[in-house]
């Protein structure tokens, strides 16, 4: 079970709706959410359920990953790029520290077969949703845990 510390910052690039950010928030309100995505009118539907349910907890902004300033325990999102694409983009953007159960890096949504994706990241773990949800749409699709830049 995946659980983020009190103080906690996570980035979730390519945001689209706001997941899997917004649900995150509202699990963890002891932790701080920063949404991105490129496309101006997703960020303002984002900001207005953000609004909605009052969560104080989350900033969400029209940014590329690549530009975003700062560094977060964990970096999540939903299957916007291939694997190798997304770490060159967000590689500096990991805290050094961690103070969790898993070590700092990415939590990646995922379906399909990774296997050629992550072959030059044979620290990642794979999680199967199917293992918890017993809809069939999660018969494919994984959390990808990519650890980086880890001390202890």
């Given at each position: 079970?995946?659980?983020?510390?009190?103080?906690?910052?996570?980035?979730?690039?390519?945001?689209?709706?706001?997941?899997?950010?917004?649900?995150?928030?509202?699990?963890f309100p002891e932790t701080r959410f920063y949404?991105?995505?490129?496309?101006?009118?997703?960020?303002?539907?984002?900001?207005?359920?953000?609004?909605?349910?009052?969560?104080?907890?989350?900033?969400?902004?029209?940014?590329?990953?690549?530009?975003?300033?700062?560094?977060?325990?964990?970096?999540?999102?939903?299957?916007?790029?291939?694997?190798?694409?997304?770490?060159?983009?967000?590689?500096?953007?990991?805290?050094?520290?961690?103070?969790?159960?898993l070590k700092n890096g990415i939590l990646y949504?995922?379906?399909?077969?990774?296997?050629?994706?992550?072959?030059?990241?044979?620290?990642?773990?794979?999680?199967?949703?199917?293992?918890?949800?017993?809809?069939?749409?999660?018969?494919?699709?994984?959390?990808?845990?990519?650890?980086?830049?880890?001390?202890?």
């Open positions: 079970v995946m659980k983020f510390e009190p103080g906690a910052t996570v980035l979730d690039v390519g945001t689209g709706g706001g997941f899997p950010g917004i649900p995150l928030a509202i699990l949404l991105i995505d490129v496309i101006a009118k997703k960020i303002r539907v984002v900001q207005g359920v953000v609004d909605a349910l009052e969560l104080k907890n989350v900033k969400a902004e029209q940014k590329r990953a690549e530009l975003v300033k700062g560094d977060f325990d964990f970096i999540v999102s939903r299957a916007v790029t291939n694997m190798p694409d997304f770490v060159s983009w967000i590689k500096d953007k990991i805290k050094k520290q961690h103070k969790h159960t949504l995922k379906g399909g077969d990774l296997t050629e994706e992550l072959k030059d990241f044979p620290n990642a773990t794979l999680y199967d949703l199917s293992e918890i949800f017993e809809d069939e749409f999660f018969e494919t699709k994984k959390v990808v845990h990519l650890p980086l830049k880890f001390k202890p």
